[in-house]
Nanobody
Framework: QVQLVESGGGLVQPGGSLRLSCAAS????????MNWYRQAPGKERELVAR????????NYADSVKGRFTISRDNAKNTVYLQMNSLKPEDTAIYYC??????????????WGQGTQVTVSS
């Protein structure tokens, strides 16, 4: 059974920090590119950050560059999102996504249930 369990969300003041975690099970984590998405009320889900299977490459949305850092620990089957200098516009539900590479140009997508991040004074 595939599971992606996010944790670490909550309420934080502007300028504060949070660290999200996503614990994976039920699939081959080390063969999966991992992504964090977010969805704010009334807006479409957007890609925030992604990291390749070995962690050798990362990409970020322009809105979070320099403030957020994605990382992974393949020994623990866990991906992280360190969020610093948080702004009210970062308020959203954050989702963990795994894209498991199953063959040449073949993959499976898995999603977590999401964790709420609220940035407010």
């Amino acid at each position: 059974q595939v599971q992606l369990v996010e944790s670490g969300g909550g309420l934080v003041q502007p300028g504060g920090s949070l660290r999200l975690s996503c614990a994976a099970s039920g699939f081959t984590f080390r063969n999966s590119n991992m992504n964090w998405y977010r969805q704010a009320p009334g807006k479409e889900r957007e890609l925030v950050a992604r990291i390749t299977t070995t962690g050798g490459s990362t990409n970020y949305a322009d809105s979070v560059k320099g403030r957020f850092t994605i990382s992974r620990d393949n020994a623990k089957n866990t991906v992280y999102l360190q969020m610093n200098s948080l702004k009210p516009e970062d308020t959203a539900i954050y989702y963990c996504n795994a894209r498991e590479i199953t063959g040449l140009l073949r993959y499976r997508d898995y999603w977590g249930q999401g964790t709420q991040v609220t940035v407010s004074s």
